[in-house]
């Protein structure tokens, strides 16, 4: 979720969402966890959002972890004062979080502020690191919220929610929503409370008052005005804290007939022949093939045959799949004539195609399936690759409307799937491109090629 808004302002009062209040009916939050691991983007982050909590299950005797992303080093972007916010920061919660709970343990992972995205592959590796010595069905999860607005927010809040076992309670915890967002305007289907004992309010409001570099100026002079400035601070103050659940991985929307229609109405309805950025994405998938020739070629998803006619002319036989009937019949068309190709009408989720093939392509499909369709098709494509094969994987990585997931976790899932590492891995803003192989054949064209030995 991407949300514009400037904490400058006053943002939404807090009289307004008092009056509302939203979490009023909403379910409680157990305190029937064994372990509490809470994560932070900044430093915080945890004391504004979850305070109550780590107080609350500190009280209780509940072992308390915090893992701060990154050390707010960029909270005064315009500030004129030479002044080390990193170092200040990290002292400033190390002793706040001695106010909520004196036995938690707090580590830091230092990445760049505002550049969690950037740094998404170290963040998934200590929080897949952490998770994977936790027993997770005893284990609450707290992060900052996947919705809150705030970049960093964001990616930790996906990154950890992903990365979760399946048995593992997750819940994220807003902090900017109470300025950006409205009463009128939040669902609370997903929403759990916690309302605090007057002791762990004490404590919050303590532990608050430890982050001065925020609540205060750095200076007199502009750019080092408060981060937190007082009416921001009044949606901390109440009794209440609310954490938001993880929807269910929807289903996908885009059926077969949501296909057929998108074609019938538009005979290239994603412009595949017309859009430069199409063809040049074909281009590059095209030229991240290890292999000059192939066998037996297996598309999912073939479309319009756009893509196929370029394989046709690497391969031996190209099988082609796709869940439309009006794509195949435009796939005949352009393929007409063309050798060693094999047009299919399936759903690959339900059908698959006999024999095995030396490589398969999974291009811009994948984020249509559910996680569980996409394991299964992963499945099939691990019992029919040959022992030299290879897997394809190119998705774009923007929203897309009927989707079951993105395409980014759709490459996170397949890296965790693969047992070897890709052997070419291609990102830019637009799409994810990677090529996996079972064997390390493929790994240098130069050597299978026999230009070194």
């Known amino acids: 979720m991407s949300v514009v808004f400037d904490h400058r302002q006053p943002g939404t009062s807090e009289d307004e969402w008092a009056d509302a209040a939203p979490w009023r009916a909403v379910p409680d939050l157990p305190l029937d966890m064994r372990r509490l691991i809470v994560f932070a983007a900044h430093p915080d982050d945890e004391t504004l959002g979850a305070g ?37 920061r990290r002292h400033e919660v190390v002793d706040a979080v001695a106010r909520l709970g004196p036995r938690c343990a707090v580590s830091f992972l230092g990445l760049p502020d505002g550049g969690l995205r950037e740094a998404a592959d170290d963040v998934r590796r200590h929080v897949r690191a952490l998770f994977d010595a936790e027993d997770p069905a005893t284990t609450l999860v707290a992060t900052t919220w996947w919705g809150d607005g705030h970049r960093d927010h964001r990616v930790l809040g996906e990154i950890v929610r992903e990365e979760a076992a399946k048995d593992m309670e997750v819940v994220g915890y807003p902090v900017w929503l109470w300025h950006w967002g409205r009463p009128d305007d939040v669902d609370v289907a997903d929403w759990c409370a916690l309302r605090l004992a007057p002791a762990d309010r004490t404590r919050k409001a303590a532990a608050l008052r430890r982050y001065p570099s925020q609540t205060g100026p750095l200076s007199a002079v502009p750019g080092d005005e408060p981060i937190l ?18 929807r269910p991985t929807p ?39 290890p292999r000059e020739r192939h066998r037996r070629v297996l598309e999912l998803g073939c479309g319009t045959g756009a893509l196929t006619a370029d394989l046709a002319r690497r391969a031996d036989e190209v099988v082609a799949v796709d869940v439309s009937a009006h794509a195949l019949e435009a796939s005949r068309q352009r393929l007409a004539g063309t050798p060693g190709v094999h047009l299919v009408h399936a759903d690959a989720r339900d059908d698959w195609p006999t024999g095995t093939f030396d490589a398969v392509i ?35 990585r923007h929203p897309i409307p009927n989707a079951a997931q993105s395409g980014d976790a759709v490459h996170r899932r397949l890296v965790r799937r693969r047992l070897s590492r890709p052997l070419v891995h291609h990102i830019e803003e637009d799409f994810v491109l990677d090529v996996f192989a079972r064997t390390p054949l493929a790994a240098s064209v130069a050597r299978e090629t026999g230009v070194i030995s």
């Not at 509940?62 to 990154?70: D, G, Q, R």
């Not at 249509?368 to 369709?373: G, H, I, L, N």
């Open 52 to 88: 109550g909590l780590i107080a609350a299950a500190s009280a209780r005797g509940i072992p308390v972890s915090l893992v701060v992303a990154t050390d707010g080093e960029a909270s005064h972007p315009d500030s004129p004062t030479q002044r080390d916010l990193r170092s200040e």
């Open 229 to 246: 400035h007082p009416a921001m601070l009044r949606h901390f103050a109440r009794d209440t804290e609310v954490f938001i659940r993880p």
């Open 362 to 396: 999974l291009s811009e499909v994948g984020y249509y399936w559910t996680e569980a369709e996409l394991d299964r098709v992963l499945d099939r494509i691990d019992a029919c690759s040959t022992d030299d094969g290879i897997l394809v994987a190119c998705h774009w």
């Open 251 to 289: 289903s996908s929307a885009a059926t077969p007939e949501w296909f057929d229609d998108r074609y019938a109405r538009r005979p290239d309805p994603w412009e595949v022949d017309t859009r430069w950025y199409e063809r040049r994405k074909r281009d590059i998938l095209m030229a991240s093939l």
